[in-house]
């Protein structure tokens, strides 16, 4: 019974670089959340999405950060051009609808160097 | 206004003891209600959810006054290994979103 996955689970990058973020969720769940989680702070929303759409993006920062999830593979979370501001644990999590528990993945943290 | 606010304590408890976090929220048609619990550098897992009629599940409580809009999380007799940050979660029903509130952090003390 896998929960929900996310790969890698550490991701280095310099800056300037892309970092692709990887998500599969729990079996039987459609919805995918992106969550950033800066050092002492609490989890704000970034984007949520359906199998090959985006039901909601207002949490994501207008430039250089896109999210995906495909009707096939992972969700991905894909940031451009990297800068140190972006470091930070990135959670995805899943759930069985909008209104259901969300389950978390483990989280990928993002160090920008 | 933040949609969900948390006392950030940090509560200190002996074990054995009772405690309470309290958690209000901003929009009266919130649909949804849940705890959680983040252990550092972990990912937040589930802890229960709220229901009208509040609802129990051991040595947790969790309550929803939607009048004074607010939600409630005892924990009985307080284990040391429920030291962690409680969050409380609100789902408005009018979006998909659900909003956290920055956590409440619990240490029980042997």
């Known amino acids: 019974n896998a929960g929900v996955m996310q790969n890698p689970r550490h991701l280095v990058r310099r800056r300037g670089q892309e970092a692709r973020l990887r998500c599969s969720p729990m079996k039987g769940h459609s919805h995918v959340y992106w969550y950033r989680q800066l050092p002492e702070e609490g989890l704000k929303f970034m984007v949520y999405?359906?199998?090959?759409?985006?039901?909601?993006e207002s949490g994501m920062p207008k430039e250089r950060f896109s999210a995906e999830f495909p009707k096939e593979g992972p969700s991905i979370l894909r940031i451009q051009q990297v800068v140190r501001g972006d470091s930070a644990a990135y959670f995805c999590?899943?759930?069985?609808?909008?209104?259901?528990?969300?389950?978390f993945g483990p989280g990928t943290r993002l160090t920008v160097t | 206004r933040k949609e969900v606010e948390q006392d950030p304590g940090p509560f200190n408890v002996p074990e054995g003891a009772t405690v309470a976090f309290n958690c209000t929220y901003s929009?009266?048609?919130?649909?949804?209600f849940f705890w959680y619990r983040q252990d550092c550098r972990k990912e937040p897992k589930l802890l229960m959810s709220v229901y009208s009629s509040g609802n129990e599940d051991g040595r947790f409580t969790a309550q929803l006054n939607r009048a004074s809009q607010y939600i409630s999380l005892l924990i009985r007799d307080s284990k040391l290994s429920d030291s962690a940050t409680y969050l409380c979660v609100v789902n408005l029903g009018t979006g998909n979103q659900f909003y956290f509130g920055t956590g409440t952090s619990l240490t029980v003390i042997p």
């Open positions: 999405l359906q199998k090959e759409n985006i039901i909601d």
């Open positions: 999590a899943s759930s069985q609808g909008p209104s259901y528990e969300q389950y």
């Open positions: 929009n009266s048609a919130s649909q949804s």
